[in-house]
């Protein structure tokens, strides 16, 4: 963990690391399994997900809205990776209060995660991203990152333009490989890397959960005050 922050700053811009407390992080993904039966009538990832590839986009928006009731999410996923996040910003942070809850469906029809970078949405240039999936992420299809010094050379040819989120990085075709973790691992990055998802074809759909953070020492340059709260590792 020394060498984190450097890495996040300095070199790729995002790491895979080991979830520390697993036993926590199962709390988290056993309360969404809860949280979705409802809609699902299913009690096992594998089941969930490919349930959820059979259901229309009104039943997943339903489901997505289910989720805002899902406010501990934050917590649970901060606490079982504490050692990431003392590493970055210390005991005291800045905590995003709801986690994002990440669906992704196979088909060429499908929502699918635009290529952008943190800052186009207003999130501070202090704020780190832990994203974690709720299942293994094994094959060549999926979130792709673009390593820090790439994506610097997009940002700058993108501000050129005077355009931010516009098509010289919406339109381009990367051919970076997504990024695969297995269940119990987490990506961490800095809100400088650019990141999207492809199209994929699966039998089954990707669940994942993200959340932000950043050091309450760290200049708090967000437009939304609401979308942090203080918390205490």
């Known amino acids: 963990m020394e060498n984190l922050k450097n890495e996040l700053i300095n070199g790729k811009g995002y790491a895979v690391l080991p979830i520390k407390d697993i036993d926590n992080f199962k709390i988290l993904t056993n309360q969404f399994i809860k949280k979705i039966q409802p809609f699902t009538k299913k009690t096992n990832f594998k089941d969930i997900r490919e349930s959820m590839t059979k259901m229309s986009k009104f039943q997943i928006n339903d489901l997505m809205i289910s989720l805002l009731s899902f406010n501990d999410a934050s917590e649970v996923l901060i606490n079982s990776c504490k050692d990431i996040v003392k590493s970055l910003s210390g005991n005291e942070i800045f905590l995003q ?137």
């Open 97 to 233: 209060r709801r986690a994002n809850t990440i669906f992704n469906l196979p088909g060429q029809d499908q929502r699918r995660q635009w290529p952008h970078y943190e800052l186009m949405s207003g999130v501070s240039p202090f704020t780190y991203v832990l994203w974690a999936p709720f299942h293994d992420l094994d094959d060549n299809d999926g979130v792709f990152y673009l390593d820090l010094n790439h994506s610097y050379e997009m940002i700058q040819q993108e501000q050129s333009t005077g355009i931010v989120n516009g098509p010289l990085i919406l339109n381009k075709k990367y051919d970076e490989k997504p990024t695969k973790l297995k269940f119990g691992e987490v990506i961490v990055f800095c809100p400088f890397v650019l990141h999207g998802n492809i199209n994929f074809n699966s039998d089954l759909a990707r669940i994942a959960c993200s959340v932000r953070f950043q050091s309450i020492y760290d200049p708090l340059l967000q437009k939304d005050s609401d979308y942090f709260k203080f918390y205490k590792l």
